[in-house]
């Protein structure tokens, strides 16, 4: 697009009692050669007239030096055919300046902010979304139990094509083998007859559902919105099974035929199925297998007959009167024992939730139904039975044949001739116990599928599993409270017994979150806008391969796996799996990677605008790289509180600290100023990056640029990564402080003025 | 984001309440293509959540997920956003409702940049009902740090019509004539997001409230370790603002009690252990008992509790509490019975935290709407008549549920526009 930019200066909030305006806007027109208008109350109705009025006269690219971009976004955005760039004055200039401001200082940092503006007005483009050539709009769903059902059924009436692969013969998962059910809706407090047989009958007759059972997903290669499935008969291996992922050390090793191919017989992971099925998202509802309990020796599990599982209890109950394994004898009591830890741990069974209570809970009541004279035992440490739950807790405290107590239990000894000794202490009977049952009955947890199998099977460079696993036990779910649907493979949803032992109700709504999502993906992807956190962002990262070395650093890094190789090994970016983060922007030596309006040239030119006075020593310029989702706000709640924040630093937001590429960094120093900061999130196990890895990423960036700093003979302290909340709005003046004092100590960049 | 600048088309989805399920509800819908009104009864978006000073178990800034929501808001053209709004009234039927809504006066109208000056200038004083009157704002107020949208209001209760503020305002922001303001939307279904309110501390009787500054809720708990709340972010007991040395949680306050609320509250137990973490980071030493009935951290919230394992400070004791007695110094003693040994224990404590549970917002208003509700006000889901209920309206949830099932509100309401 030719523009035509126009700069204003609002002198409202204070701006122009603290700024000399005059002087400010002829840095504009002079320096930067853009006419520079000023206006009292620029987000006025009046101003915005006055900005109208030089749009309709051929204006298409505003500077608006006034408050943070965070606020009046409405009123600066005029239409999607005009640029519009804010330099924040108001929060990182004149609200931040403190009350003994210097005001030749602070005037000094507003023509920073207008010549960096004025900068990226020059530099950014109009976005352009991208398209993918066809879009398939089919969701795939793995698993047939309660999760994958539902959540077929539920994007089926949005008016979507569904297909579910089962990998058994039939329809329905666990639930086709209980006897009865939690409550799943008010008033809680009684077991409800299955539902499971009516929800398969409805996918079975729902003209959007195609059902394969007795198959499995080989592999999924593609991206969002075009999805390559290869199936394949259950237990069967096939050479298109999803290649384990093999780095570039590994693929040295096996080409000197020092390690084995872990993927030979396999097919490439960029070969392309002609056979394989199109859908445009996945629903990930593999759920769960019963956990291994026989290792609790003093529980007895897998030696003594009598003593079962809950998944084997509830598949007795189901077909009939509950009777003793070793013996076929009418059960008279049993006892359910929800903690295996002894006196030492108070914990449930691993993998557990607060299912297995509830689970125990049922089970007794399965118990008094087949013989009212029966008792049942319910042994725990800690009864789980939340929220609405409690009510269901009640009717089982209400029967009088349902024995429920905290306790220890210390082990279960069978007595010869069929029937157990339990022992347990700190009972609320204050005294220890001995129970004499006719079974007992672990409550075992639910280990998601995910924990022992890719599942997924993903054809991605970055091999065929969720990624994070670990944080979670295994368990495919996410590392956000507020997003639960967000893990690091755009367009695959999980949901049910995969992601979290839930009860069937949780099931419901959870499976059906998930479908949402799996339609709302591919509507984004249709439009040609990322999906979260940057949802509705319509930018892209282009790449200029003809300058690409192969390194290979955008394809790892990439938080999402976004990038696999072509043939020639170059990288093969998926866009509709990228979430727009910039990671393989900050990444890339070569510079080669950049969005329309957010690219390397653009950051660069900024941080150059900035004016670095090399004849006065207390003039240091701190470069300040913000995360502009958790600092950068931090900091205008700090300017919003009239914190002081150091006037020696200039801010420029950045969309994660992974897109900081190291040139940025060269930029600033080479440029004369004496530090660089990157503000931004947290991280580690309980990260808080969006973007997953992006600070973590810059830190590791960091401190490999301090050695190529060293041997420039600058200081590797010169740059540095602090982590900052965006609730970090009291101290970010002192963690920046500090930043500062640090390069005061050690003294003007010596680069200064070449 | 539009606002009530604009007309409204029809068609859309009505979601009632802006805190974290509501507008989970509603970017979820529009990000798909729906249209979605959101409203909001208080000046701000994000409810409780944006009451919290972290989120368990992670210990995140809720503020911090706020932040990208209303990133989506902002940048979302199918949202139109009301805040200081009711729905007043619902007429029609599946696939076509008629919902009035009425605007309470701001007194502020969008000429507000947010500079502050008003307040300055304001010589009255209110209540703080976001830091549960734990301190005082002018009468015209910016509702908190990160309010959405940054616009100040005018408690009427408080203002004493002076206009000083209108005077010193630049931007003809502040009207004091402005009055309630209705208007009817026309939508396809409605998603209730209303969320919940602490149970009234106060019918409590054996934990006595009134009796002592020393017993506060663990929503004001929050407040208090909040860096935006009434002491900065500093644990100080109300009143003297002593530096405790002693704490007392008091777990199911209200919650598992027939007289009370009859459920569990879901968020208590973890809510109090991540209190705990609160408190350790400011007072290491500090001595902590939580009194509670189960200790409801299942699953992965197990390792949350585990990082009290080897801390001697912290003792868990199963036992409900009986009574709390006011003591001169300003601390209380709590009483309780030790269900496991049959001990009486007598704690006294510099400061008692109740674990106060959750009560629906709509357990009143609920049925003039026309909608189901459970014994306990909740709100039972009838998605085939685009009447759906989210969050903390459907049932005692935690925050990663009531996200779930927001999202499977949104496409149950997207069906129903679809049908």
């Not at chain 1, 799943?184 to 407090?189: F, G, K, L």
């Given at each position: 697009m030719d523009k035509n930019i126009r700069a204003y200066i609002c002198t409202g909030c204070g701006i122009g009692e603290a700024l000399d305006i005059e002087a400010l806007s002829e840095v504009v027109s002079g320096e930067m050669s853009t006419e520079c208008k000023t206006h009292e109350a620029l987000c006025s109705a009046a101003g915005r007239a006055m900005i109208d009025g030089d749009i309709n006269e051929g204006v298409n690219t505003v500077v608006i030096g006034a408050c943070s971009p965070r606020v009046m976004q409405d009123e600066f955005n005029f239409g999607d055919d005009k640029i519009s760039v804010r330099a924040n004055l108001r929060e990182n200039v004149v609200w931040c300046a403190g009350e003994d401001a210097d005001a030749e200082y602070v005037q000094e940092q507003a023509a920073d902010y207008m010549r960096m503006a004025c900068t990226q007005a020059d530099k950014t483009e109009l976005p352009e979304a991208f398209q993918l050539e066809s879009i398939n709009k089919r969701i795939l769903v793995m698993g047939g139990g309660i999760a994958g059902l539902t959540a077929a059924l539920e994007a089926a009436d949005a008016g979507y094509e569904v297909e579910i692969v089962e990998k058994s013969d039939a329809l329905g998962g666990k639930a086709v083998n209980w006897r009865k059910q939690l409550p799943?809706?008010?008033?809680?407090?009684d077991l409800e007859e299955p539902s499971i047989g009516d929800l398969i009958k409805q996918v079975e007759s729902h003209s959007n559902i195609v059902v394969k059972t007795g198959t499995e997903v080989a592999r999924i290669s593609g991206e969002p919105g075009e999805y390559l499935a290869t199936f394949k008969a259950s237990g069967t291996k096939s050479e298109w099974d999803a290649p384990a992922k093999v780095g570039v050390d590994e693929q040295d090793l096996i080409d000197k035929g020092e390690m084995e191919d872990p993927n030979a017989g396999l097919q490439h992971y960029m070969a392309a199925n002609e056979a394989g099925e199109k859908f445009g998202s996945v629903v990930l509802a593999t759920g769960w297998i019963p956990a291994d309990v026989s290792g609790y020796e003093h529980l007895g599990h897998g030696k003594i007959a009598n003593v079962v599982t809950n998944a084997q209890f509830e598949a007795m109950a189901s077909k009939g009167k509950i009777t003793r394994p070793s013996d076929g004898k009418p059960v008279e009591s049993v006892a359910f024992i929800q903690s295996p830890g002894g006196e030492e741990d108070d914990k449930d069974f691993p993998y557990c939730n607060s299912v297995t209570s509830l689970v125990a809970l049922k089970q007794a009541m399965f118990v008094r139904e087949d013989n009212p004279e029966a008792k049942a035992y319910v042994l725990y440490q800690h009864m789980r039975t939340p929220g609405q739950m409690e009510l269901f807790y009640k009717t089982a405290q209400n029967d009088d044949g349902i024995f429920l107590t905290k306790a220890t239990v210390t082990g279960v000894e069978d007595k010869g001739d069929g029937s157990l000794m339990v022992a347990a202490r700190n009972t609320l009977l204050n005294e220890d116990l001995l129970l004499d049952v006719d079974m007992v009955v672990l409550a075992a947890g639910m280990v998601p599928t995910t924990h022992d199998e890719a599942t997924i099977n993903l054809a991605y460079r970055q091999g065929p599993a969720f990624l994070d696993l670990e944080l979670f036990d295994g368990y495919a779910d996410s590392n956000f409270i507020c997003f639960p649907y967000e893990t690091r493979r755009t367009g695959v949803y999980a949901c049910g017994g995969v992601r979290k032992a839930t009860t069937m109700e949780e099931t419901v709504d959870d499976a059906t979150g998930a479908a949402l999502k799996a339609i709302q993906c591919i509507e984004s992807v249709d439009r040609g806008v990322a999906v979260h956190p940057r949802s509705g962002d319509k930018t892209y990262p282009e790449f200029f391969f003809q300058r690409c070395t192969q390194c290979k650093r955008c394809t790892e890094e990439c938080p999402f796996g976004a990038l696999d190789d072509d043939e020639k090994g170059t990288p093969k970016p998926n866009y509709t799996r990228c979430r727009r983060c910039g990671t393989c922007m900050g990444a890339c030596p070569e510079r080669i990677i950049g969005f329309k309006d957010y690219n390397v040239d653009m950051i660069g030119s900024m941080i150059k605008a900035i004016e670095v006075p090399d004849d006065d020593d207390d003039k240091l310029r701190i470069l300040a790289l913000v995360c502009e989702n958790d600092a950068y706000p931090a900091l205008d709640m700090a300017a919003m509180r009239r914190h002081k924040l150091n006037n020696l630093v200039r801010f420029i937001s950045v969309r994660c600290l992974g897109s900081v590429n190291m040139v940025w960094i060269k930029d600033a120093l080479s440029s004369g100023m004496d530090g660089v900061v990157l503000l931004g999130c947290k991280f580690g196990d309980d990260y808080q990056c969006h973007f997953v890895k992006g600070s973590e990423l810059a830190d590791r960036r960091m401190e490999n640029i301090g050695e190529t700093l060293g041997s420039l003979g600058l200081e590797p302290e010169r740059v540095a990564v602090r982590q900052v909340a965006i609730t970090d709005y009291d101290t970010i003046p002192e963690v920046i402080n500090e930043f500062v004092e640090e390069i005061i100590e050690l003294g003007p960049n010596p680069f200064k003025g070449f | 984001m539009t606002d009530e600048r604009s007309a409204p088309g029809a068609g859309g989805v009505l979601v009632v309440g802006g805190g974290i399920s509501g507008l989970t509800a509603a970017l979820e819908a529009a990000e798909v293509g729906q249209d979605v009104f959101i409203v909001e009864r208080n000046p701000y978006l994000g409810g409780r959540v944006a009451q919290l000073n972290k989120y368990f178990p992670k210990l995140c800034p809720p503020s911090c997920g706020l932040e990208i929501n209303f990133k989506r808001i902002k940048n979302n053209r199918r949202i139109r956003v009301y805040p200081m709004t009711e729905v007043k009234q619902v007429s029609g039927s599946a696939g076509s409702y008629q919902v009035t809504i009425e605007t309470a006066p701001r007194f502020v109208n969008n000429n507000c940049t947010g500079c502050n000056a008003c307040v300055e200038a304001c010589p009255e004083d209110r209540s703080n009902t976001f830091n549960f009157g734990l301190d005082t704002t002018k009468a015209i107020y910016k509702p908190h740090d990160h309010a959405f949208p940054m616009k100040y209001v005018i408690d009427a209760d408080a203002c004493n019509k002076c206009g000083k503020c209108v005077e010193v305002c630049k931007y003809d922001a502040i009207e004091m004539d402005m009055a309630p303001k209705s208007m009817t939307l026309e939508v396809s279904s409605i998603v209730w997001a209303t969320g919940w309110n602490p149970y009234d501390f106060n019918k409590l009787e054996n934990l006595k409230p009134e009796s002592s500054k020393a017993i506060i809720s663990n929503m004001m708990m929050e407040r208090l370790a909040a860096p935006g709340g009434p002491t900065g972010g500093k644990i100080l007991r109300p009143g003297d603002n002593k530096e405790p040395e002693s704490f007392a949680f008091i777990q199911c306050a209200g919650s598992r009690d027939e007289n009370h609320l009859e459920y569990c509250s879901y968020i208590c137990c973890m809510a109090s252990l991540k209190q705990i973490t609160y408190v350790r980071e400011q007072y290491p030493e500090a001595k902590v008992t939580v009194f509670y009935i189960d200790l409801r951290t299942p699953g992965k919230y197990e390792n949350f509790r585990d990082r009290f394992k080897d801390d001697g400070n912290v003792h868990f004791v199963k036992g409900k509490v009986a009574d709390i007695v006011a003591n001169d110094d300003g601390g209380v003693t709590v009483i309780a019975e030790n269900a496991v040994t049959g001990d009486k224990v007598r704690e006294t404590v510099d400061l008692a935290v109740l674990a106060t549970g959750m009560e629906p917002a709509a357990k009143s208003a609920g049925a003039v709407h026309g909608l189901t509700m459970d014994d306990n006000g909740f709100i039972i889901s009838d998605a085939g008549r685009g009447m759906i209920a989210a969050g903390c309206a459907k049932k005692a949830a935690d925050v990663v549920t009531s996200a779930q099932n927001s999202t499977a509100a949104a496409l149950q309401a997207i069906q129903a526009s679809r049908r």
């Open positions: 799943t809706r008010a008033p809680w407090n | -």
